[in-house]
């Protein structure tokens, strides 16, 4: 379905002609969170679009201290769409961030970032268009609970779905057809449950702009996919958030529970975001080479190997939770062996099958969506143009069947691999930045490790887990 609205013009018409009663802008935080403020219709003019909307910097983590706090907000009106949640006509509007005090985009806005990567594409001459398309996995549970406290922590999944709800009494009984571990690809009814429910998850996100083209059960107990259709960078970015908000509100009204987490289930598979990739220039696909292995050219493998030699420094922004890295581990189709293969999903890089130069692209399958998604591809994209600028040489083809490796092999074998922890990636990220800094600012990239630091590393290398305990308890 594309855009609603091209301009500012387009975009008052498209409010009346829904009769809209609020405008809702939008913007994402550094870890990828939308916050968003609600204005009443008649309170927005042309006026305040061009100009910006003032609000408080200082109250998102990691951005603005208290006494320089005031910001704006600059709506992007051609990302206008009608919220099918709310319960009065409500139009959305996706912003970016603008510094009042430095008079320019704001530094630490990941849409603004991701704008001055596709603009540093432009005018390195390389390319004028980089595609994206991420396929964002999600489980969706019956409930969860969890706790933290100074004595006790511990989570609690249920679906009925899972493989442990096989004994359980059900007011409408037990019919026992579930998914096993590592069983739910493609089964039909009653096995599948989710059926009627990722209908209506596609149908919402059409009614947002998202062009959709399947849907259906992923590999783990209580996991889905929707599959849509690949945009330019920002805009596909725009569309993966959109995508997370029809998810987890289409299942908060069926009484269920939507999460991106990369692993939420122990011995099954997890949430990817793997993420497909082409660079065009005037209208050609500059990844595609004919008669080529898996017709790729040599400025795509330059590209892949770019990605793969800062693959640690990348894996911060694309892989960006500790929960990430429980992911990464071989037989759960969450490659971490830096190679590429056509398609071959123990790969990092896999290069899909398809028909011709439309159709030539290369996926990395390693990113989740923990990941903020302007941050993750503007990454991905700093990385692949440096390794183009550089020549470099990706490890590969591989063909094997690369989680049957062992780790003497892969180490014998010379095969890089990625961080295991989220530690290694941001500590390869202070000290591998440099091909970030066209687009990235020293600040940012000191803020966003010092924030993850803060948040996600140091209070989990400080907790003790229930594995643990078994294993440590009566030593």
């Known amino acids: 379905m594309g855009k609603f609205v091209n301009s500012v013009d387009e975009f008052f018409t498209y409010c009346k002609e829904n009769k809209a009663e609020f405008v809702d802008l939008r913007f994402s935080d550094i870890k990828g969170a939308w916050h968003h403020l609600t204005y009443r219709m008649n309170a927005v003019d042309a006026d305040r679009i061009k100009t910006g909307i003032p609000f408080d910097g200082s109250s998102i983590e990691a951005w603005q201290p208290i006494h320089k706090s005031d910001m704006l907000l600059m709506p992007d009106v051609d990302s206008a769409f009608m919220d099918p949640f709310t319960a009065d006509p409500t139009v959305v509007v996706i912003c970016d961030i603008f510094d009042i005090y430095k008079q320019q985009p704001y530094e630490k806005c990941p849409r603004s970032i991701a704008k001055k990567a596709m603009q540093y594409l432009s005018e390195s001459g390389v390319g004028d268009t980089a595609y994206f398309g991420p396929e964002n996995e999600f489980f969706i549970f019956d409930d969860v609970k969890f706790r933290d406290a100074i004595n006790s922590s511990y989570y609690k999944i249920d679906s009925r779905e899972g493989v442990w709800s096989d004994d359980q009494e059900f007011e409408d009984g037990n019919t026992g057809h579930r998914p096993r571990t590592k069983g739910g690809y493609f089964p039909v009814q009653p096995v599948d449950s989710m059926v009627d429910l990722r209908a209506e998850i596609m149908q919402t ?255 989990d290398e400080a907790r003790p887990t229930a594995f643990e305990f078994i294993t440590t308890y009566s030593c």
């Not at 595609?288 to 990348?314: D, L, T």
């Not at 894996?315 to 590429?340: C, D, H, M, V």
């Not at 590969?396 to 074998?413: A, H, K, S």
């Not at 990625?418 to 940012?444: G, Q, W």
């Open 205 to 459: 996100m059409e009614k947002v702009g998202l062009t959709v083209v399947l849907g259906h059960h992923e590999v783990a107990q209580a996991q889905g996919e929707i599959g849509v259709v690949f945009d330019t960078m920002v805009n596909a970015a725009d569309n993966v958030q959109k995508y997370k908000y029809v998810v987890r509100n289409v299942a908060h009204l069926y009484g269920k529970t939507a999460t991106f987490m990369p692993k939420p289930l122990f011995g099954d598979n997890g949430n990817g975001m793997h993420t497909h990739q082409s660079i065009w220039k005037g209208g050609q696909n500059l990844f595609y080479s004919e008669g080529e292995y898996g017709n790729i050219s040599e400025i795509a493998k330059n590209y892949i190997g770019g990605i793969f030699s800062h693959a640690h420094a990348v894996a911060a922004l694309t892989n960006s939770s500790t929960n990430s890295y429980k992911r990464l581990i071989p037989g759960f189709e969450a490659p971490s062996i830096l190679t590429y293969s056509s398609k071959n999903r123990s790969a990092s890089c896999r290069i899909p099958w398809g028909s011709g130069e439309k159709a030539t692209r290369v996926e990395m399958r390693f990113p989740d969506s923990t990941a903020n998604p302007y941050l993750a591809f503007a990454t991905m994209l700093m990385a692949g143009l440096d390794g183009i600028k550089k020549k470099a040489v990706p490890v590969g083809p591989m063909d094997d069947d690369l989680f049957e490796l062992t780790l003497d092999e892969i180490r014998e074998r010379k095969i890089p691999q990625m961080p295991h922890t989220l530690r290694e990636a941001l500590e390869a990220l202070i000290a591998d930045n440099d091909f970030l800094k066209p687009v990235f600012t020293d600040l940012f990239i000191e803020t966003y490790q010092h924030y993850k630091f803060e948040t996600q590393v140091w209070p």
